[in-house]
């Protein structure tokens, strides 16, 4: 097996900032948005990366069709003395938006004890981790959610309607960040597209046909996007899911968000979603030492269940960050492909691997 070559995460931040600004995007906006896409690549998120699906790509396809706008910025809204805000990102770089949200969902918790901020007229945001880590890395525990456009059948429904709508949730404890960080689906609907494209299986208890029947083996591409992802549990506790997508999408709708089905960007590539980062001081309620020291207990409770190889939620991401760090970030041919196409059409010049040729 061939080994990939690795990028250092300044060098690929540099590269996404140069490609963004490219577009018509601030520095400051370009720069933010780059350090989220990156910060995937870095815990090993590549679906959410510089030269993922949700990445540079999808960004300049939708920047040039006029269905994002690259120059603004997010409006706010909020009542004098009240822990939550609304911002009306207004079509915005969605990671950017996020971010943002992010920040002041973190002030409004400093000042409050608690802080939330819905964020409508969004777009994707990427990784929902980095929103999280960000939080933990004030000192706070946070959620992020975000709705999508639609790919699930409510369980027992015969109709489209709910989206990934993935969760992020952490607490910090003591030097690590305890964050999952999941899809309300089965699993993210990219890596079947990948795997029909590529002439794969696709894994079962994964994908309904238009029919209603489970996907097993390989399945084109063409009939793939006519089916639809089953939510987390699958044929039998879908439910589970599927409840919270329906939870994900009302909340949202609190902020502003849509009443009804979304498109998927396929179909529409100016659909809207909606986007939450809640906020919480440690210390509102008990000592922060307190707190501290009791979910350092938790979690050493928690590790001596297991082995060297059970892992908390989060782990396995902060293992490839702190090897990315030091190593750099391993980047597959197709990866280092993509990066030169992007660069290409927008006249920046792509990064150079730091080992490997």
Same mark, same amino acid.
């Given at each position: ?22 577009? #018509? @995007? ?10 989220? $896409? ?69 002030? !409004? ?40 456009? @639609? ?18 949730? #952490? ?12 899809? /309300? ?13 590529? #002439? ?29 992802? $089953? ?15 329906? $939870? ?15 498109? /998927? ?19 509102? !309620? ?8 009791? $979910? ?9 269940? #297991? ?51």
């Amino acid at each position: 097996m061939t080994e990939k070559k690795r990028i250092s995460e300044e060098a690929l931040v540099r590269f996404a900032t140069k490609c963004i600004m490219a577009l #018509g @995007a601030p520095e400051d906006r370009a720069r933010v948005t780059a350090e989220i $896409l990156a910060a995937a690549d870095m815990r090993g998120i590549s679906s959410h990366g510089v030269a993922g699906g949700t990445g540079l790509r999808e960004l300049v396809e939708r920047i040039q069709k006029d269905a994002i706008d690259p120059k603004t910025a997010p409006s706010v809204k909020r009542n004098e003395n009240w822990a939550v805000a609304v911002m009306d990102a207004q079509g915005g770089i969605g990671p950017a938006a996020a971010m943002d949200a992010t920040r002041l969902a973190g002030d !409004l918790a400093e000042e409050y004890g608690i802080g939330k901020v819905y964020v409508h007229n969004a777009n994707h945001f990427g990784a929902a981790c980095v929103y999280a880590e960000a939080l933990i890395d004030r000192g706070l525990a946070g959620r992020a959610t975000c709705t999508s456009g @639609a790919w699930m059948k409510p369980f027992g429904g015969n109709r489209i309607r709910l989206g990934t709508n993935p969760i992020a949730w #952490g607490v910090p404890a003591g030097n690590q960040a305890i964050v999952i960080d999941v899809a /309300t689906t089965q699993r993210a609907v990219s890596p079947a597209i990948r795997a029909s494209r590529a #002439g794969e299986a696709i894994p079962d208890d994964y994908f309904l046909d238009e029919n209603g029947d489970v996907i097993s083996g390989h399945v084109a591409y063409d009939e793939l996007i006519k089916g639809s992802v $089953l939510p987390l549990g699958g044929t039998q506790f879908g439910y589970k899911g599927s409840g919270l997508a329906v $939870l994900v999408d009302l909340d949202g709708v609190i902020g502003g968000g849509a009443t009804g089905h979304i498109p /998927t960007l396929r179909v529409r590539p100016d659909a809207r979603i909606t986007q939450t980062i809640e906020a919480w001081r440690m210390d509102a !309620l008990y000592p922060l030492e307190d707190v501290k020291r009791r $979910l350092a207990e938790a979690v050493r409770d928690i590790k001596s269940c #297991g082995g060297p190889e059970m892992l908390l939620p989060g782990e396995r991401e902060a293992h490839k960050k702190v090897d990315a760090e030091k190593n750099g970030i391993p980047y597959e041919t197709s990866q280092w492909e993509a990066l030169k196409m992007i660069g290409g059409w927008l006249g920046v010049e792509s990064p150079e691997a730091i080992q490997g040729n």
